[in-house]
């Protein structure tokens, strides 16, 4: 079997094919919720305690002079990366915890009885037919 052979069954199985969609649809999300929070909570944040741009915050390391930029520590955009996680990982939460109630319901459900065989169907018939008699 050729490597490109190999690698297109490979690359074709339903496993590799859904784990691409999620890493592309994880992507998307990631983009959604740091937009939110850059955009709406973070401004609500920084309106609460004192109009403070959260990415702006930073402690100078070493000041700069002339062309020497400074060292800064970043503390603002840890934050803000922070408060990003912490919505991702709730919004999973949630969403894993729905998916789960929505199994259970699911599994709590009696199953129909299990349809009878040809043979008891056939003897259910008979016995009919003779009790009519």
């Known amino acids: 079997m050729s490597l490109l052979a190999e690698f297109k069954e490979f690359a074709m199985k339903g496993n590799v094919v859904d784990m691409a969609v999620g890493i592309v649809i994880g992507a ?19 309106l ?16 700069g ?11 603002g955009m840890f934050l803000q990366t922070l408060v990003d996680f912490v919505i991702i990982a709730f919004a999973i939460f949630v969403a894993i915890k729905l998916m789960n109630r929505l199994q259970r319901k699911q599994e ?12 008891v169907a056939l003897l259910t018939e008979i016995r009919d037919a003779l009790s009519k008699r």
């Open 65 to 75: 002079s002339g062309e020497v930029q400074p060292v800064l520590l970043k503390y």
């Open 28 to 46: 998307a999300f990631g983009k959604i919720v740091s937009s939110l929070v850059e955009g709406i909570i973070m401004p609500l944040v920084s």
């Open 108 to 119: 709590a459900a009696p199953a129909p009885p299990p349809a009878p065989s040809a043979e």
């Open 48 to 63: 609460l305690v004192g109009a403070v741009k959260f990415s702006d915050l930073a402690l100078t390391l070493r000041a």
